[in-house]
């Protein structure tokens, strides 16, 4: 198995593409050793990786933050953590855990119902021209929440507390949303 590496725009975040299908549907954020556990033996094993503090699965990759060493003293951990999970078969996620998640990221949603035109077009355009470019940085972005022309957004892998994260969200998707929607005023994030 070949897996490959590539870097994000948060140096704090390098992203794993072990050339198969990581998660068929939707992605899964990681943020303490304690969910991974519960919810992803692949997790748990990276967590098990000393500086290792954040993993994020997207369709065919993992991103993995770290607050150590540099990379040159991870990378090999993580790369045998990835390789042996997949080599062995074992399943990214327990049964149940990525539904519980997808469930989750939709119920914490929060907008008036005389809005929900607006959301809709919001989410697609999220979907169609944000998401994918993100994606190929490592990262997630989904929507929250609308309220008063303020769209609240998370962001999640590499887009977290990566330092161009601000100028994203409001050079890139702020001047999107207010182009397509003029009903938007500003883009906040929200955990």
Partial sequence: ???QTEATPNPATLKFLPGVVVLSDGTADFRDAASASEAS??????FSV???TGVFFGYDFVTVTKDGPDWQHLKPAILGAIMEHFMAGRPVMNSGSQAAADTAETDGEFYDKADEEIVVTIKELLDT????????DGGDITFRGYENGTVFLNMKGACAGCPSSTATLKH???NLLK???PEVQQVEQVA
Avoid: E, K
Wanted: aromatic share 8%; glycine share 8%; proline share 12%.
């Fill in 129 to 136: 021209r944000v998401r994918p470019a993100v994606a190929q």
């Fill in 50 to 52: 000393p500086g290792v």
């Fill in 41 to 46: 033996p692949l997790a748990a094993a990276l």
């Fill in 1 to 3: 198995m070949f897996i």
């Fill in 179 to 181: 182009h397509f929607v």
């Fill in 172 to 174: 890139g998707i702020q």
